[in-house]
Structures are given as C-alpha cells and as structure tokens.
C-alpha cells in the first residue's frame, strides 16, 4: 500500500487501539451518528456511523474525473425524465414483469396525461462508481448506479490535511432545496408545502397499503416541487441504466456534445439486456458460462437485492425462457484494487480488513421549464466495505463511511 498508511502503522497494536477510541471519540463529538438496531427509534442511544480508521488511497485522476462529470449526469437524468417516448420504450419489459415498477410508471403516465402541475424541477442525485482494475493496472472509473431518490449520507466531513479533499454536499444539497422552495415563491400561510423531499418510497415495503400509493399520487399531482418527481425517479432505474449503455442512446441526449456523450459512456461498465429475443438469450447464455464475472441486478433500491456467482446461474436457470428474466439486467462484475484497513463498526472485533471502496459524486440541479437554475457537483462520498461482501450499503451495516486520501 504505498500510497497510503505505512505498513509498521498499520501492523501497531498499541498504536491501533488508542487511534480507535480516539476516532471513535471525534466522530460522537461530530454528530457522526446511527440509531441502533436494537432501539431504532431512540434519541437515547444512538453509536457512530461505521468508519474506516484511516483514509482510502484514491488516484487523483478518475477522483476529479468523477466529479467533473457530475453535472453531464445531472443533465442527463433531467433531459431523460422530460422524455416520455424514451421512458416507455425503455421501461416497456420492465413493467410487464415488475409490479412495483408498473405502478411507478402508472402514476407518471396519469401525471403526463393531466399535465405536469409544477415546472420547477429539484433533483438531487449521487453516482456511484468503482475503479477498476484493468490488466494494463491502470484504474479506470467505471458507475455502479445513479440514485435520483434519497440519495443518503449528504453529511458534512471536513478534515485538515492537504490529500483529503474538501467535502460539504450538506450544503450544496440544501442550497438547492432553499433555490426551489424561493423559486416556488412560497407566501407561505403555514398550510402550503413548497418542496416534497422523498426520504422514502423507493421500496415496494415502503408501501404498507394502498393509501401510500395514493399518498404518493397525491404528492406527484401536488403543485409542491418534487424531489424526486416520478419522472426523475424512473430516469433512476436499473433497466434505464441498461438501455443507455446501448449504441447511440447516450448520444440521442447529446445531439450538439458529442464529447459529452463519450465522456459519460466511458464511465460504463457492460450492461446487458435480459429482454426475450437473441439478445437477452445470448446475456443468459453468457452469464451461465462465467457467473463470477457479472452481478445481476432487479430494479430494486437500497441494497442486498443483487445476486452473485452460482446463484446468478440458479436464478437464470429457475426463469428458463420465462419472461421473469425481463425484471433483471445483467452487469459486468467491477473489479477494484482491495486495501488495507480497519472497519470500525459496533460491536465487531477490531482487525486488518482487505477492503473495496465505492465513489459517489453529488449532484445538485434546480430547473425552472426550460431555464436551468442550477446545475453543480456539490461534494463526494467513499464508502469501503470488507472484500467478502458482494453487496451492500452503510445503512445495510456493510459498508462504512470512509475519505479519499488522493495520491
Ligand atoms: P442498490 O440500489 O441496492 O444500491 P447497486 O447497484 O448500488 O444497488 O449495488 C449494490 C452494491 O453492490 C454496490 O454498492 C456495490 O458494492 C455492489 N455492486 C453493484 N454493482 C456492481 C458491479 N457491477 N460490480 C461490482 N460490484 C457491484
Ligand atoms: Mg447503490
């Protein structure tokens, strides 16, 4: 690890455990805070985030280059989400076969039929990404995913040293909330929502009954500005992400910025189509042969809902020719650089973890009809979890809270 923590700092386990309880001590200080599982709703007792002791060696390069992107990306979202035409033909195997994403797009075909009651547009987004790992052992920035929906752990670290950089989305993400709520020109009588901001509702669970759909229709109808509306929300989708990929779709968004387009498709990893036809036979037939190389993902949010390896083969096997398939994409497996590091995570035994880490780059854009009001990157966010685990995020108690240290 010769970017980062030398090797007779790492291997001190004296050194190690006064750095622990110290680190530990500065994140309660600095509201580095999570509920516990045991008493999930308790302002009592609360414990830290889960953090990496040290700072992840990241390469300055696919860093900038990250953030550098993130406002084509937020453009991107947004000319998707004002594209109805797209939306259908992209999502038309999806909503066949996946009832939540069927609804979802019931509610956006309803809202497009009444007309759009607001034409302020708050998005608030994070890409993620992984480096990896060409066989030149050069990095390259590959996406994981874009989240358009409560897009989490927009918190404030701030750190003194010259290789950490400066990192507050808080307050750009919140900059972007005050912009569409001045926008909206509230008079504001106490009874007038301005902004809906989604904290929840990516997940089937979240709708407990049918009077959360209707709540969420409300919403949507609602002259409040949505954050996200459903429209940027279905731009989110995995099987969106899949059909971008293709040849020429990207470009379709970019007709004069061509430069643009390549910019973006170079941050994309293989993505294949799980439709019925050749195509989608030939993704099978490819996933069967060499499970390890791919993670196969359903159009679900939040973590844990990826399958990996021999399973990948059990489930495609278990689907046959069966249209079920068409709820999936396929995805080449990310392959990043482990590191070294200590997870602190409650409760679990303090030792040297072999450790994968995951960018995101925040995006924060306020549009008004045809008027963009705001369009900007507005900080970063390292995640690093243990190489055993496939999937997962912080709040799924797998992956924790980290910083670059850019070399
Ligand atoms: P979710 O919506 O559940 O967050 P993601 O697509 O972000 O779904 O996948 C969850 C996790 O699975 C990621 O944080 C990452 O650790 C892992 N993962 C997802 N896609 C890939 C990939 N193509 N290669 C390697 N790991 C991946
Ligand atoms: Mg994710």
Redesign the pocket.
Known sequence: MAQGIPDDVMMNAALIKDLVDVAKDAALQQGVLMRIQETPNSSEMVTYTSFTLFPTPVPKAPFLQALALQTHYNTLVDKISQDPDFLQDALASTIAVDDFTARLFRIHQQILKEGRSQSIVLGLNRS?Y?LDQGEDGKSSL?Q??I?TFAASFGVRSQLDSQRIPDNNPAAGLAGAVAKAWELYGSESDGLEVAVVYFRNGYMPQNYVSEQYWDARLLMERSMAVKCPDISTHLAGT?KVQQVLAKPGVLEKFFPDQPQVAEQIRATF?GLYTLDMGPDGDKTVAMALAAPDRF?L?PQ???????IYGSEICEVLEGMKEGTERMAYIL?????PTPSKNYLLIRDAPLQISNC?S?LGAFGAYVRRGKDTVMNECVGHLL?T?GSE?????VAAGV?VLDNPLLF
Not at 300 to 306: A, S, T
Not at 331 to 335: A, G, R, S, T, V
Not at 389 to 393: E, R
């Open positions: 993620d992984m590959k994981i995913e989240n995995k990893a993670v993902k679900r949010e939040g973590g844990g809902n990826n995805m080449d497996k990310i392959l994968l995951e995640r979890k685990h496939s999937d997962g995020g992956a």
